[in-house]
């Protein structure tokens, strides 16, 4: 028997264990995007239990953890070619948690308890939206663009409360003062099951003739965020909220523009000619 005849049989016993190895390391890259989602919903929990120890500051921050945990779990998934039905089911249960249960019950210990049984209402219309959000992307995950969210994404509904809390963790306990609560809650919450678009930043493009201005202004970003944290988040929350009703705004201002110049043009070719008057229009040809 040859040299050649002899190395298949030489190398066959090795042949199991790269196999075998090479399935623990796909199991082990498939697990990944899973393991932050449950980081994630970790942080919803930590959320939760700190909000009824009194501890809202530190509750509030672990929805930032959430909403950080939440951003890299789908990127990991894109990225490693591990995205599934499992990990987009696990990953919508656990943002319910910590984007609709998480946020609710920190408002509610925050400001909406001197309300009463219309703090708790708000307080679970919020949950509901979230839920309902969140079971809409699945659905129409697929078909819309890709630059925008149909709504309001539920963990930046959820940044709102969290930002103001940790910004300013006294709270409130007077009915009268609480009642601005309930727009903090209400608002999002309406935003999320909306129709408003809202600018989705997954498709930005760091390969662009612009990718250095976008990093100088990354870099300021994070400059200011160390430096004053709690007013650059609360800052930075409230501006996405409004920027959708701007986008709105401004497109309904376009199509009504757009509308008041084609309705001239649309009369003047439904405008039928006069008998015995020649169409000028034909002339010349």
């Known amino acids: 028997m040859s040299e050649h005849d002899r190395r298949p049989r030489l190398l066959r016993p090795l042949r199991p264990r790269l196999d ?43 929805i930032g953890f959430a909403f950080v945990l939440d951003m890299l779990d789908g990127r990991i998934a894109r990225m490693t070619g591990t995205t ?6 696990f990953d919508s249960l656990a943002d319910v948690v910590s984007f609709g249960v998480a946020p609710a019950i920190l408002s509610f210990q925050w400001g ?7 703090g708790w209402a708000a ?16 659905i129409q995950a697929g078909s819309q663009d890709k630059r925008y969210f149909v709504g309001m994404p539920s963990p ?3 940044c709102i409360p969290a930002a103001t809390v940790f910004a300013y963790p006294q709270g409130f306990q007077s009915a009268s003062h609480a009642v601005a609560v309930l727009a903090m ?17 997954k498709t930005l493009d760091l390969q662009t003739r612009r990718s250095s201005a976008v990093l100088v202004l990354v870099a300021a970003g994070l400059v200011l965020l160390a430096a004053e ?15 959708g ?11 009504r523009r757009h509308g008041a110049e084609e309705e001239p043009e649309a009369r003047l070719a439904a405008t039928p000619l006069r008998p015995g008057k020649q169409d000028t229009t034909q002339r010349g040809a």
């Open 245 to 255: 009703f701007i986008g709105y705004a401004w497109t309904r201002i376009q199509h």
């Open 123 to 138: 307080g679970f219309l919020f949950v509901a939206a979230a839920a309902v959000r969140l079971a809409r992307f699945n």
């Open 229 to 243: 944290p709690r007013y650059v988040l609360v800052a930075l929350a409230y501006i996405y909220l409004a920027s």
């Open 112 to 118: 909406l308890q001197p309300l009463g049984r219309i």
């Open 20 to 62: 075998a190895r090479a399935r623990r390391f796909r199991r082990g890259v498939y697990l990944l995007p899973s393991m932050f989602t449950m980081a994630n919903l970790f942080c919803g929990y930590a959320c939760i239990v700190h909000s009824i120890r009194g501890e809202l500051s530190t509750a509030a921050l672990f």
């Open 185 to 201: 809650v209400i608002i999002p919450a309406l935003t999320m099951v909306s129709t408003i678009r809202f600018r989705s930043f």
């Open 84 to 89: 599934s039905a499992f990990g987009l089911e």
């Open 156 to 158: 930046a509904a959820a």
